[in-house]
């Protein structure tokens, strides 16, 4: 299947810091990738669409000038949270549609920590 | 809008024992997808099975089936003989396939149902 990585795996940060996740698909280009947050014990929630050479389309409520989304090329996609503060911590996970099938990758996560 | 239901939030099971997880779904399209992930304690979702909505037959992956009841909205993973390694949280997540081209394969999930397979 197709694979798709994301880095950090794990961040520890400080208050008031900004975080920058990258999400990328290694052998295959996607247009479209999608990112969402995930509380313990808690399901996927989908925070953004995000569109290779576009602006990326929010969900309801999250913020889009705290959580920065760039999707610059066809293998890259990358979500900055901007002035994190604790309750922003959380897992983060990435997925990439492949083109044509639909298909969704996801990658293995980021989880954050704002002390 | 759409709507994932998983009404059982955790399940004991005995390996080798057969184990039914549900889940409903509302939407008023036509065309959608369904589909079933495992998420270890890990964190990375594992894709398990799809679903869509005009295939006449149950998928089937091996020794995951999806027991597709269109009539009555509902996309039940079954898990035959389960294994110690089955441990984890599932979700059911369903995609609109109307949904205009930059929001298409767009996944909504359900709340999950943490499933314990014991010896």
């Known amino acids: 299947g197709a694979v798709v990585s994301q880095h950090p795996s794990w961040v520890i940060c400080k208050s008031g810091t900004s975080v920058k996740i990258e999400c990328r698909s290694l052998?295959?280009?996607?247009?479209?990738m999608f990112w969402y947050r995930q509380f313990p014990k808690q399901s996927l929630m989908l925070m953004a669409t995000s569109n290779e050479g576009s602006k990326a389309t929010y969900e309801q409520g999250v913020e889009k000038d705290k959580f920065l989304i760039n999707h610059a090329s066809l293998t890259l996609s990358t979500l900055t949270v901007t002035s994190a503060h604790p309750e922003d911590s959380s897992f983060y996970i990435c997925?990439?549609?492949?083109?044509?099938?639909?298909?969704?990758?996801f990658g293995p996560g980021t989880r954050l920590t704002v002390l | 809008a759409q709507k994932i239901t998983q009404t059982q939030p955790g399940m004991f099971v005995q390996e080798k024992e057969a184990v039914t997880l549900d889940c409903t779904y509302d939407t008023s399209d036509p065309s959608y997808g369904l589909f079933w992930y495992k998420q270890p304690s890990s964190g990375e979702m594992i894709f398990l099975i799809y679903?869509?909505?005009?295939?006449?037959q149950n998928a089937t992956e091996g020794r995951y089936s999806l027991n597709f009841q269109k009539a009555r909205k509902s996309a039940n993973l079954v898990i035959s003989a389960s294994q110690l390694g089955d441990s984890a949280m599932y979700f059911c997540?369903?995609?609109?396939?109307?949904?205009?081209?930059?929001?298409?394969?767009?996944?909504?999930f359900g709340a999950g149902t943490q499933v314990v397979v014991t010896p």
């Open positions: 997540a369903m995609v609109d396939f109307r949904l205009r081209a930059d929001s298409w394969g767009k996944l909504q």
């Open positions: 052998d295959f280009q996607a247009t479209t």
């Open positions: 997925s990439a549609r492949f083109p044509a099938r639909g298909s969704q990758y």
């Open positions: 679903q869509g909505s005009y295939d006449q």
